[in-house]
């Protein structure tokens, strides 16, 4: 956060004075009045500028984005973050070596990050972010072994006419399975039990 005290004839132009040297819009900082001023004896003796004081709020991607690189940096990963925003959607891509690390078994050290860089983000953001973390695009082949499996265990349930639970997984994972078994809901139906980090989806035949 970058904070400066602007002064002017009236509290008005100190405020303006201080947005331009921010180079911010007034919905990006936060004004404090500090002396209203005076405008003394024909408005030339014993006058006295208006203060402000202008604090420009962090912009919540950058914010995220420094967060996660310094995480990165102390967990000893030598890897590039590159960040895209479209909107309320902040993807940020890393690529480096020694990545796997980042990445853990199944995904869970890039979901903790993921869930440690969307509170970063959050903190003081207006408008809530949706963001994703993703390593040497892990989240796409991720997608795609659920995709596959998803088939596999629907297809095990209408074959054994039993219920096939699978491992615990974020929302995210278990909306994939989800969308991907749509097409056979005359067949079979998915449902989550449990409490998380431990909820999971069962599949189930008709």
């Known amino acids: 956060m970058r904070e400066i005290t602007a002064e002017g004839l009236s509290v008005k132009e100190a405020v303006q004075s201080a947005l331009k040297e921010l180079h911010a819009t007034e919905n990006e900082v936060e004004i404090t009045v500090i002396d209203e001023g005076k405008k003394?004896?024909?408005?030339?003796?014993?006058?006295?500028?208006?203060?402000?004081?202008?604090?420009?709020?962090?912009?919540?991607?950058e914010e995220a984005h420094r967060f996660l690189m310094d995480v990165?940096?102390?967990?000893?990963?030598?890897?590039?973050?590159?960040?895209?925003?479209d909107g309320k959607n902040v993807t940020f891509q890393i690529e480096g070596e020694k990545v796997a690390l980042l990445?853990?078994?199944?995904?869970?050290?890039l979901n903790s990050l993921q869930y440690l860089t969307q509170l970063a983000a959050n903190r003081h953001a207006n408008h809530y972010l949706?963001?994703?973390?993703?390593?040497?695009?892990?989240r796409s082949r991720r997608k795609e072994t659920l995709i596959q499996l998803a088939h596999k265990l629907a297809h095990q349930a209408i074959r054994t006419r039993k219920e096939v639970p699978l491992e615990p997984m974020p929302s995210y994972e278990r909306k994939i399975i989800h969308a991907a078994l749509v097409s056979q809901q005359h067949k079979i139906k998915t449902y989550s039990v449990g409490?998380?980090?431990?909820?999971?989806?069962?599949?189930?035949?008709?």
């Open 103 to 109: 990445i853990g078994k199944r995904g869970q050290t």
């Open 130 to 138: 949706n963001i994703t973390v993703d390593a040497e695009n892990y």
């Open 40 to 61: 003394g004896f024909l408005g030339l003796f014993g006058s006295k500028p208006a203060r402000v004081k202008a604090v420009k709020r962090p912009n919540p991607a």
């Open 195 to 206: 409490e998380e980090p431990h909820r999971h989806l069962v599949i189930a035949p008709k």
């Open 72 to 85: 990165v940096r102390n967990m000893g990963v030598d890897a590039t973050v590159e960040m895209k925003q």
